[in-house]
């Protein structure tokens, strides 16, 4: 098999798994915090998993991995607070409570996101000529009143997706800055940190490797990454069931890596979810009881860049720790979410095309500057 035809068969594969679990299923009972219904898109030669939302909701802090609105609604204001002096904290919620309230009612949560595998990071298949097309024209028959999404998108990986997708009148709107990790075997001979972090790793005792993950570790990872995700850093994270881990792991989609304590409970956890030559962790979680000299976070990451130096493939480790990720060899790239929607009422194309405008212009100048 040519190494295109393997992707593309890999890549149906996971398509499949995520089909078995999800498809006609609650979608609370996977993810506690996300209203949404997921579904199937071919575009003649793929399949594509995609989330379906009403956008019926008053659905208060729905997760952002497929809520536009919570994305930037009150995910941006969380991250506007954290970063903004604390004086300046009740007038951003005063206009992040303005903002939710604009984007509700302009109904931008009345969305189809196509490829959206519910995780922080969607990584895609290889480009086809006039596939997004394919895909549009299917999703505008099956859903005409909603907007159509393809999330995730960064002009170091994507380029022709989103070519395509400028090409037809698909608006750009950023999202986030997150960190691409390409030639790994330069970084380590280039990154003192990151070579610190391997050999680190390599001593640490009761090392846990995916094969070693058993029925009693399921719901200690979610408790893990509920320490990190939902209580330190946004209740608009996606929160991921003790259901949910233990499916996805047993489908292939999730492979985990960490370290337990000396009670042999997990202290740390990365769940990595990859193909096509690239990597990404969706599900990192450690006790941030634990003092902060034991280093879980870097642990965890060097567990991630062990499995990409010895595979050979790409990590987009998504936004967050840019500082540690820069340390590391990460190359910032602006991420983008695509969206269609000329067939949709005036009033959801203004919010979307202001949306787009006030992310360009003043998000983007941001995360570069403070190199978010």
Not at 49 to 56: N, T
Not at 155 to 164: D, F, I, K, V
Not at 327 to 333: D, I
Request: glycine fraction near 8%; hydrophobic fraction near 40%; aromatic fraction near 10%.
């Amino acid at each position: 098999m040519n190494p295109g035809a393997r992707i593309d068969a890999e890549f149906a594969q996971r398509v499949e798994a995520f089909a078995r679990i999800h498809v006609g299923a609650d979608s609370r009972e996977l993810v506690a915090n996300l209203a949404t219904c997921a579904e199937l898109i071919d575009d003649g030669e793929r399949r594509y998993p995609v989330s379906v939302d009403d956008g019926d909701g008053d659905d208060v802090g729905n997760a952002w991995v497929c809520s536009p609105r919570a994305t930037y609604g009150d995910y941006a204001t969380e991250e506007a607070v954290r970063y903004a002096p604390p004086a300046a904290a009740p007038l951003l919620r005063a206009a992040g409570r303005g903002l939710d309230g604009w984007l509700r009612r302009a109904g931008v949560d009345r969305a189809v996101a196509i490829n959206n595998w519910w995780l922080s990071t969607n990584l895609y298949p290889r480009w086809r000529e006039r596939g997004v097309a394919r895909l549009l024209h299917g999703a505008l028959q099956r859903w005409p009143t909603h907007a159509v999404w393809l999330r995730s998108l960064n002009r170091r990986q994507h380029s022709y997706w989103l070519a395509e997708c400028e090409a037809l009148g698909f608006t750009l709107i950023p999202s986030r800055q997150v960190y691409l990790f390409g030639d790994l075997a330069e970084s380590v001979q280039r990154r003192h940190n990151l070579r610190v972090d391997l050999k680190l790793a390599s001593k640490q005792p009761r090392r846990v490797r995916d094969a070693d993950i058993g029925q009693g570790d399921y719901a200690r990872i979610a408790w893990l990454y509920q320490c990190l995700y939902m209580d330190k850093y946004s209740r608009c994270n996606p929160r991921y069931t003790e259901r949910f881990l233990r499916e996805w792991h047993r489908a292939g989609l999730l492979r985990f890596d960490g370290f337990r304590d000396e009670a042999g409970q997990l202290s740390c956890v990365a769940g990595v979810f990859g193909f096509g030559g690239t990597l990404t962790t969706p599900i990192v979680g450690y006790d941030t009881d634990q003092p902060q000299r034991l280093g879980l976070y870097r642990l965890l990451t060097a567990t991630t860049f062990e499995r990409a130096l010895a595979s050979g493939e790409a990590i987009n480790f998504s936004a967050g720790a840019a500082e540690f990720k820069r340390l590391r060899g990460g190359e910032p790239s602006i991420e983008y979410s695509a969206v269609y929607a000329r067939h949709l009422p005036r009033t959801t194309r203004r919010a979307l095309s202001t949306l787009s405008a006030i992310t360009r212009r003043i998000g983007v100048p941001i995360m570069r500057r403070y190199e978010l």
